[in-house]
């Protein structure tokens, strides 16, 4: 009775402490823990930066190609057999230049083309389009026959650059054409002209300007070498030996202006005769008569 009375008791006891901490608002057996610390996180931006201007590459633009003024022979190149010079003409024109505005005249095949337009054919039919009107030229063939055809004054920019040239025949439709004006020879005399030596070792060099003699149909230039040691040259198959009886190597042999000239010429300067390839190239906006200054 005595050890139910004394459990009881402790009981009571037990009972009595676990209501005092809980009024005084402690709990034994829950561990402390740390205050939650609140934390901001500040929104951060990255900088933004400006993106640079896309600079586009563009093609160094071309400068015209504008002979000196004067009377030029030159070669009317079309993409089509069916516009080109008369047959009589040799695929040819003639080149004036005054002031620095070139204009070709050429004689067609027939009268059946009737205007050019320097453009597209798209922007022959605009309006305010100013077309080309025709000559009446007359042609002789190598037969000894004549005959009237249209020839047409055609402004030229750039000799040596294709172009634009639209043409309308009798049936009244517009075509589109590409064409050029290629190789000019001047009218008879001598002419001093610039020129260009590559290849080879790069010692050897000519004299430049250089003299050319025009026939109005061909031109041949004399070239002087830097070297007394070239025996012939060659071009197109064809050799050429020097004009010179002393002093350095000297030739003449054609040319054509604006192009790249495939040559070989034969030296003696090393143990034996050695024949060298080089490319002459002459160029027509530095022509100039010989004697002008």
């Known amino acids: 009775m005595k050890k139910t009375i004394k459990f009881i008791s402790a009981l009571l006891a037990a009972a009595l402490l676990a209501g005092c901490a809980a009024k005084n608002g402690m709990t034994p057996t829950t561990a402390a823990t740390e205050p939650a610390v609140e934390t901001t996180t500040e929104a951060t931006q990255a900088p933004t930066e400006t993106p640079e ?26 993409d089509s057999g069916m516009f080109r010079a008369n047959e009589a ?6 080149l004036t230049v005054e002031n620095g505005v070139q204009t070709l005249h050429v004689s067609l095949q027939s009268k059946k083309i009737v205007n050019l337009f320097p453009g597209t ?10 077309w080309l009107e025709p000559t009446v030229d007359t042609v002789t ?11 047409f004054d055609i402004p030229v920019t750039s000799v040596g650059e294709e172009f634009d040239l639209a043409i309308i025949g009798t049936k009244g439709v517009w075509y589109d054409h ?3 004006v290629l190789n000019p020879i001047p009218q008879a005399g001598s002419f001093l002209c610039g020129v260009e030596l590559t290849g080879g070792s790069g010692r050897a060099s000519v004299s430049s300007p250089a003299v050319l003699n025009s026939d109005g149909e061909t031109l ?25 009886e002393e002093g350095n190597s000297t030739f003449q042999i054609p040319v054509t ?7 070989s010429a ?17 160029d027509s906006t530095t022509l100039t008569r010989s004697g002008e200054e």
Not at 61 to 66: C, D, G, K, M, T
Not at 224 to 244: A, E, G, R
Not at 257 to 263: A, G, M, N, P
């Open 89 to 94: 003409c040799n695929g040819k024109g003639k």
């Open 178 to 180: 590409k064409v050029s």
């Open 220 to 244: 041949m230039a004399t070239i002087q070498w830097s070297s007394p040691n070239y025996t012939y040259m060659i071009v197109d198959d064809v050799q050429y030996d020097p004009i010179q």
């Open 266 to 282: 034969c030296t003696v300067a090393m143990s034996t005769p050695h024949e060298v390839a080089y490319t002459l190239h002459f």
């Open 257 to 263: 202006l604006d192009q790249d000239i495939s040559v």
């Open 141 to 151: 063939y190598s037969d000894g026959l004549s005959e009237e055809v249209f020839g």
């Open 53 to 78: 201007p896309t600079v586009q590459e563009t093609e160094p633009a071309v400068s015209p190609r504008v002979l000196p003024d004067g009377e030029y022979t030159v070669d009317f190149v079309t």
């Open 121 to 130: 054919a798209a922007e022959a039919q605009e309006p305010g389009a100013v």
